[in-house]
Every structure is written in structure tokens, then in C-alpha cells.
């Protein structure tokens, strides 16, 4: 019987998440009881929530426990199983975790056909990243044709589907990415209308030039500094779906909040925190939507695919903090 | 004739309005033209947006000029006309400004009941305060019956009004204002379940036990430290209609926004800016609830109203941003 390798959490990270806040042990495999099947997890998706999921406070759902094994999305194939919707061989989804096999009852679980893409993308554009960009910019984003969108983290699993729906909606889609290399993949591959690198340094004015007649609708998932220079340029009766605030995640204490606050005031701005989840009953049309775009040609997806397996999880979620990945981040395992 | 006194901008304030920002000058009074009517103002409408009018930056509506009368809301009797919606002796509400007489071609102006309600109150509950709770506690918060409904300047204008439209409405009503005097009548009086004094001290204990179930509705007026310490209370899929930031409004530089500006991601939050102009449409569905409501009894409302006239206008705006007034803030002219 093979070994399960599994990442299990020790101790709260304060700051960045290091070595020590995970054990990596094996555990025997077990047989899955009455209705429960098994997978063998390939390849696991590391995402920007997750230091959320580590902090012991209130939160949209309850904290990884200590002593529990790392929360993920993931994705594998079924090995064994007692559930009729789950079969041998079916490649499926799920919460199943930083481990490299996982026993489910198929809560939040579904099939999905390996034909039609690989297994890294539907932990990634065609799952909870492309689902978390259609709800968040189609039903509170609303963009109008000839508006402008504008999306930070532009090359990431949210952003890069964000600026694409945008396009396919007859918006002005605007990038904010670190670095030159992203900022081309973003116009060059993705159609962006343009992109704008935060660190050269300029992001106010080069903001400014992207966007020419304001900005009405802004998908917030950095906060910090970019939102802050974002909210100055916000159009009346602007919209903001705030779906992340990456640059805060690892902060000990709290940081000081947009200083141009005033101007969700000033300009009639909606601004409106979301989590994936709240659209559950709504999946299976965000599903058929993007896998048809993406059918068409009409959705590029680009996915980080990193080796090292449940040993190297820790480096693997640090890069997301260091805008070190490039594409959808997905872990190996 | 008589001559028309009045207060001319003359320099934009920085910091706390001062009396050397505007010139108290009298001119003469001057005959309405065709389609004009002229007014005599009884009472001017102080409020907590007028410092923003008289920030030269890009907001909702242009601001005050330099050598322009001093804008207000106003209450008066018509003199003389060559308007046939306003006839003489008609009691009208207008943007007359802080001056004894105005001309008006009637644009954005209506005439009131005088046997219903004072002056001043048709420029208070009865006027574009009450109206400013009106829409946004009931388009923008929609409380529920057994939500918790907080409100900050509770006793003001607008608080006053949004606090007995949510116990209309069945929710819980929580007040915030400042001494044990403001706070009794609060629920004394306007028939709030509770009102926390922020001046004693303790005010996230404070609010917490006056809102066990959470927050659920923020209609906000102040920001800064009281806004931040009930972002931290909000319950999920909270609403927060964003109507003033008075504690900033004097401010030289830009304060730091609410450092528990993440819970509105958390939390799912809906924060919605607005101002009241932007339901122009709906004023007489408004005007007509409200003015129902107050001949059963069900609106108390209570007007401050200051002496002083014209030469009074600087320190009674001022009174504004140090709670001085206790009710609707109205100058007599």
C-alpha cells in the first residue's frame, strides 16, 4: 500500500508562512468507507486565500486547524471508490489538500473531462480562479461597453480572465502587473488594451495615460498603494468588486486604509467584498460560459506549474507574495 | 428698497473655515426678470457637505466660487414674481444661499405648506436631510426586520431621521453621538433602542453590547476612528450607505484611510457612496412618506436654529465640525 505525503500545520505563521508552521509527514493510505472515494492528486492550486486560511480570526469560513492538513484545491484521479457520481479513472475536483492522496464523500466535488484541457486548468481558469473573475467583474463589476475596467494582479489566475471577460464585454480592459515581461504577456496574449508595470515607479501618471477617460470599474486584488491610486482616478458611479487584498496578507499589524477612501463618497463609488462561494448555485452557468470561451479560443490561460511536490508547498505560496509567479500558480504533486 | 445682505467666498479656507475666508457685503435688491421670482430667506440650511463646496477639486457638483454667494439650501417667502409656479406670499424651498433675498428662475425649487411644519423644518427632516436618509437607509442599507441598524451624528439631521426609519421598518436602531445629553435624547425622545456616547471613552465595548447581534446596516456620516471601529463589528453581506465623512472634512492632508478596511472584503460588505441629488426623480415619493409619517407622529424631528443672520454664518458652520448643534443646524436670516 503506498504512503500518503501530506502537509499538516504546526503552528499560526505570523508574517510570511515559513518552514516550521508545516510538518510534512506519510501516513498510510486508506480504503474509502460508504460512499467516499479516493484520489490521487496531481496537482494542487496555491492561491493568494491562503494565508487568510491560517490566521486564527473570523473570517468567511473557519481557519485550517492545527494539527489539519493544508486546505487546497486540487485536482487528480480517482483510484478507488464507493460513490456512483465518482468512478475509477473519472478525473475530479475538490478541496482535497496539500497531499498527495485524499479520501472524499464528494461535498464540493465534480468530474471534469480531461479531453478538453489539462489538469493544472481546471484548478485554474476553467475552476475557482476563472469563476471568482466572472462573478465578481459580470455581476458587480457590471461593466458597460466603452467603459473601463481596470484589473491589478493582471497576469495572475484572477486577473488575466478579468481584463479578457472585460474585452468580450466591449470595456477598455487596463492591466497593473509587476514588471515589463508580464505587462507584454498581458497586451500581447491576453488583448489587454494596455498595462501598466507598478514598478517603474510611475503608477499614477502612467495609470493616468492608460486611462484616458477614468476608470469605472475596478477589480481589487492587491490594495495597498495600487488601490489607493486607483480610488484618485475612480469615475462617478464607478464600481468595485474587491475580491483580494494580497499586499496586506502577511502584515503582523494593520496597515493604515486608502487615504482616498473619500472618494467612494465623492464619486458615488460601490464597493463590494466578495468571495467565490457566495455564487455557488451559479457555478454550473460560470462553468458552461467559460468552458465555451475557452473552446472558442476566446480565453487564454496560462498556468505556473511548479515541481517539488508537498515538500516545497511553503516556497511554492511565498512566491505569490513576491509577484515571483507568473500565471495561475499551480504546486505539482 | 431694501438691500441684500449676503456672504461672498473670497478665499478658499484651509483648515477650519474662517470669517476672513468670506465678506459680508450688502447690495441692493433687485427686481425678478421674466420668469423670475424674487424670495425673502427666513432660514438657511447649515450643513456638513458645504465644506466640500468650497474645496476647489473635482466632486459632484462644481464648487462655490471665488466672489460667489455662499451656497445653502434655504427657506423663504415669495416678494415678487414672474413665475407662475410661485406666487407671492407662497412659502419656497430653494439653493437660495446665505444671503436676505434671492432671485430665482425656479429651477430646483418647490413651494411647501406652511400650516404643516415651521420654516426650518422643511429645510431639515422634512427637506434634503430627511430625504438624504430617506434613500439612503432605505434604497441603499434596505434593513431588515431584526437587523441592527447603526448610525453615527444620531442626533443630526439626518441620523435623527435614519435611526426612526429603521425602527419603522422593524430593525434594531443603534445611535452614536457625542455626551450623555445627545445620547438620552436619542433614545428618549426619537425612540432608538440604544445610542453610544463616543466621548465616553470605550466605544468598541460600548457598541459591541449595544449590538450583540453585530451590525448590519452602517449608514454612515462621520468615518475617521467611529467608522473604523464599526467596520470591525459588521456582520457578512452587511450594507454601508456612505453619506458624509465629517471628521475628515477640515483636514489639511489626506488621513489614512480605515485600517479594518479588509472587512469589507471578509465580510462580503456592500459600501455604496451617494448623495442625495442622485434621486432627484424620487423626491415626491420621498416628500410624500416623510411628510405622512410626520403628521402621524412617527418622525420626531428637532431643529437647532442659531440667531445671527448673515454676519453668523462662519461660526455657525463651525459648530458642525466640533458637535456643537444639537438637532438640525439651521441659521435664521
Redesign the interface.
Do not use: H, W
Given at each position: 500500500m503506498a504512503s500518503n505525503k501530506l502537509a499538516r500545520l504546526v503552528s499560526r505563521p505570523v508574517g510570511m508562512v515559513k518552514h516550521d508552521d508545516f510538518e510534512i509527514v506519510e501516513e498510510p493510505v486508506r480504503e474509502p468507507g460508504p460512499g467516499e472515494f479516493r484520489v490521487k492528486v496531481s496537482h494542487a492550486s496555491i492561491d493568494p486565500a491562503m494565508r487568510?486560511w491560517l490566521r486564527d480570526q473570523?473570517?468567511?469560513m473557519p481557519p485550517v486547524g492545527i494539527g489539519e492538513v493544508m486546505r487546497a484545491g486540487a485536482v487528480g484521479i480517482v483510484e478507488a471508490s464507493n460513490n456512483d457520481a465518482f468512478k475509477p479513472g473519472d478525473m475530479a475536483v475538490g478541496q482535497f489538500g496539500i497531499q498527495q492522496y485524499a479520501i472524499s464523500d464528494g461535498r464540493g466535488c465534480y468530474t471534469v473531462d480531461p479531453s478538453k484541457a489539462p489538469p493544472e486548468r481546471w484548478i485554474g481558469g476553467l475552476g475557482m480562479p476563472g469563476m471568482t473573475a466572472y462573478f465578481g467583474l459580470l455581476e458587480i463589476g457590471q461593466p458597460k461597453e466603452g467603459e473601463t475596467v481596470v484589473v491589478s494582479a493582471a497576469s495572475g489566475a484572477v486577473g488575466s480572465i478579468v481584463g479578457q471577460l472585460a474585452k468580450l464585454r466591449g470595456a477598455r480592459a487596463v492591466g497593473i502587473a509587476g514588471g515589463p515581461e508580464k505587462c507584454a504577456y498581458v497586451v500581447d496574449e491576453l488583448g489587454f488594451d494596455a498595462c501598466v508595470d507598478y514598478k517603474a515607479g510611475n503608477l499614477y501618471k502612467d495609470l493616468r495615460a492608460a486611462c484616458p477617460n477614468g476608470i469605472d470599474v475596478n477589480f481589487e486584488n492587491v490594495?495597498g498603494d495600487i488601490m489607493?491610486t486607483i480610488l484618485a482616478q475612480m469615475n462617478?458611479f464607478g464600481r468595485m468588486p474587491?475580491?483580494?487584498?494580497i499586499s496586506?496578507y502577511n502584515n503582523t499589524d494593520?496597515?493604515?486604509?486608502?487615504?482616498?477612501?473619500?472618494s467612494?463618497?465623492?464619486?458615488?463609488?460601490?464597493?463590494?467584498?466578495?468571495?467565490v462561494f457566495?455564487f455557488a448555485r451559479k457555478y454550473p452557468e460560470a462553468a458552461r460560459d467559460l468552458g465555451q470561451w475557452h473552446a472558442e479560443g476566446k480565453l487564454k490561460m496560462r498556468e505556473d506549474v511548479r515541481e517539488g511536490g508537498v515538500d516545497a508547498f511553503v516556497d511554492t505560496l511565498n512566491l505569490l507574495y513576491s509577484g515571483g509567479n507568473f500565471g495561475k500558480l499551480v504546486l505539482k504533486i
Open positions: 487568510g473570523r473570517s468567511y490594495g489607493n462617478p474587491l475580491c483580494g487584498l496586506q494593520l496597515a493604515p486604509g486608502p487615504a482616498n477612501f473619500g467612494i463618497l465623492v464619486n458615488r463609488l460601490n464597493v463590494r467584498g466578495f468571495i457566495d
